[in-house]
């Protein structure tokens, strides 16, 4: 059996969590052969929560969960992690403004961005799941400046697991028969759900699927799913994000299928002329323990117009709370692709090697 890995929570009492934590301790994240640490971060008024939850986890019994340990401080949290999945974040609240939750996150993760700076792993690797997510990872990024920004990412995994199977019960399908749809750009009603690309039995989508219900009605259902699901539940997704943040990390540490990608919010390094700076949503491939952003695709008038708006969010998101990004991290952005891609080289992946290298 493996060395076991350290992964930290933060949020650890919510419901994504509840969801998430047993499966995690279950090998369904990490694999069969994959003891784990966990280490449940949550904040002090939610300890005694927390704690229900790790007294079950207790109860199952689980051979691959070698411990558990709580945290009311992310310096104790994040210590010696592997792995860092933020799901906890600051809700927006009524009659709050969208400028006053963004900088109401900053201050969350910027703290825990220093904290996994200072005491994670080396080679950690950092999910965040947090809304708005794409620009509280930027925050978390930017406030560890020992660590590569390929070891951050975020959570747009649920959205392209949402265009997969809404197109897989349109048209009475295996998602297993669904290959290379892509998400881009922000984790919001902005994304851009492209299927251009997508391949279903082995045939591209496009000339199976109704043009008007492609662009009238699926691209929009996938953008608004989120709240879809709120109006009909009376709450947020819990299961489903549930099972995209065990995707997301799956396929990040063990590479995802051939003849596929996937979509993951990383690090812009100008790839599709993308401003550089902000995490947006791209195809990507896993091997390695790295991820390689797919260059090369065509984007269509359609797709070019829904591209500018997404960017542009993330774009007036980041200039926002651009003054709680330390100076420093702004001013190497400029050299940020050019020295840790070159997507030019077949094969060539970004980030730290496999965990299991360093442990």
């Given amino acids: 059996m493996k060395k076991p890995v350290r ?12 969801a998430l934590l047993f499966r995690i301790a279950a090998g369904d994240m990490f694999g069969k052969d994959q003891p784990v640490y966990l280490q449940l971060i949550e904040v002090p008024q939610a300890i005694d929560a927390l704690r229900g939850i790790a007294m079950e986890l207790e109860d199952c019994a689980y051979p691959l969960m070698h411990s558990i ?8 949290g994040f210590s010696s992690a592997h792995y860092a999945i933020l799901i906890g974040a600051r809700p927006r609240a009524q009659g709050m403004e969208r400028s006053d939750l963004l900088t109401a996150n900053a201050e969350i993760f910027s703290v825990q961005g220093q904290a996994i700076n200072r005491y994670a ?3 950690v690797r950092v999910l965040v799941v947090g809304n708005p997510a794409n620009t509280n990872a930027l925050i978390a990024c930017s406030n560890a400046p020992d660590l ?6 975020a ?18 399908c295996n998602p297993q028969d669904i290959r290379k749809v892509i998400i881009w750009g922000n984790h919001s009603p902005t994304m851009y759900p492209d299927l251009h690309h997508a391949m279903m039995h082995g045939n591209p989508v496009m000339p199976q699927i109704d043009t008007e219900w492609y662009r009238n009605s699926y691209i929009p259902r996938i953008q608004k799913r989120g709240a879809e699901i709120i109006q009909v539940c009376g709450h947020s997704s819990t299961s489903s994000a549930a099972q995209a ?4 990390m799956h396929d990040w540490v063990h590479g995802t299928r051939q003849n596929d990608y996937v979509s993951m919010s990383v690090m812009s390094d100008g790839s599709y002329d993308v401003e550089k700076g902000i995490f947006f949503s791209y195809p990507v491939r896993c091997n390695y323990g790295r991820y390689q952003i797919i260059n090369g695709l065509t984007l269509n008038d359609l797709s070019r117009d829904y591209f500018k ?25 400029e050299s940020y692709g050019s020295q840790t891609t070159n997507n030019n080289v077949p094969g060539h992946y970004l980030g730290p090697r496999k965990i299991n290298d360093r442990i």
């Fill in 245 to 248: 943040i065990i995707d997301h």
């Fill in 7 to 18: 992964v930290a929570v933060t949020g650890a009492a919510g419901s994504i969590s509840r």
């Fill in 121 to 123: 792993n080396p080679d």
């Fill in 148 to 153: 590569s920004p390929t070891q951050f990412s």
């Fill in 155 to 172: 959570l747009t995994r649920l959205d392209h697991n949402r265009a997969v199977g809404i197109l897989s019960s349109k048209k009475s």
């Fill in 69 to 76: 340990s709580l945290h009311d401080n992310p310096d104790s």
């Fill in 309 to 333: 708006i997404t960017e542009q969010e993330l774009l007036e998101e980041r200039d926002a709370i651009r003054h709680l990004i330390p100076t420093d991290f702004l001013q190497n952005l």
